[in-house]
């Protein structure tokens, strides 16, 4: 079967750290993404990792376990603008683009 | 560059009709895949069609199908429509796997939100 989970909200301050957490259970494995998602708009994509280790893109981070099935988005210095939905995404087979996504968590900045 | 389009942003139906949904990608890319986003069940992949041929289908019934034309734009089709289909249905385009890259980033499209009555 396939299963993804990530924390359903998560609220933080501005300016503040916030890690989102996505552990998964897929029948595959071919790379996990990161999209964030603001309401009423469509997912854009924010990192990718296929290899265990850290990926830093500018203020955000993505992590990856494959043992562990295990993966972390962290957000730096956070702006108001970062509140949205990040999904967590295993594309799981190496022939096109065949994905399973986290139910999403829907981050809150607050001043 | 434009983006991803769709057409039409919102449909309103009822029980057991039919509905097409459009997908324009965006100038190049040759893969599409079509999603179900519903707040209860997340984002859900229907299906991918890469060059006119479906290469990848979802956990979804036969009522769902689609299909791809030779500019790579796309429509899927749901018919006899039930209260559950409401949803939003997004699609994606992305570049072949010869881009260059380890993966192949989507970009979606802003998509069409169905209310079924």
């Known amino acids: 079967g396939q299963n993804i989970d990530q924390p359903t909200e998560m609220t933080a301050t501005e300016g503040a750290i916030v890690q989102i957490n996505c552990t998964y259970q897929?029948?595959?494995?071919?790379?996990l993404f990161w999209y964030q998602q603001h309401a009423g708009e469509a997912p854009t994509f924010l990192s990718y990792?296929?290899?265990?280790g850290l990926e830093e893109k500018g203020r955000f981070s993505s992590f990856l376990s494959r043992s562990k099935g295990y993966s972390y988005l962290l957000l730096k210095e956070l702006q108001m603008k970062d509140s949205a939905s990040y999904l967590c995404a295993v594309r799981v087979w190496n022939y096109g683009q065949n994905f399973v996504f986290g139910p999403g968590t829907r981050l809150s900045v607050l001043p | 560059k434009a983006g991803v389009t769709q057409t039409p942003r919102y449909l309103i139906k009822t029980r057991g009709q039919q509905v097409t949904l459009s997908c324009s990608p965006i100038?190049?890319?040759?893969?599409v895949s079509w999603y179900q986003q519903t707040p209860g069940q997340g984002l859900q992949f229907l299906f991918e069609y890469f060059s006119e041929t479906q290469r990848n289908k979802g956990n979804f019934p036969g009522r769902f199908s689609g299909r791809q034309f030779s500019n790579s734009r796309s429509e899927m089709n749901v018919s006899t429509l039930e209260l559950g289909d409401s949803a939003l249905y997004l699609c994606?385009?992305?570049?072949?796997?010869?881009?260059?890259?380890?993966?192949?980033?989507?970009?979606f499209g802003p998509g069409t939100r169905l209310t079924v009555l």
């Open positions: 990792n296929v290899l265990d």
């Open positions: 100038s190049g890319h040759r893969s």
């Open positions: 994606a385009s992305s570049l072949p796997g010869t881009s260059g890259k380890p993966y192949n980033e989507q970009f």
């Open positions: 897929t029948s595959g494995f071919n790379g």
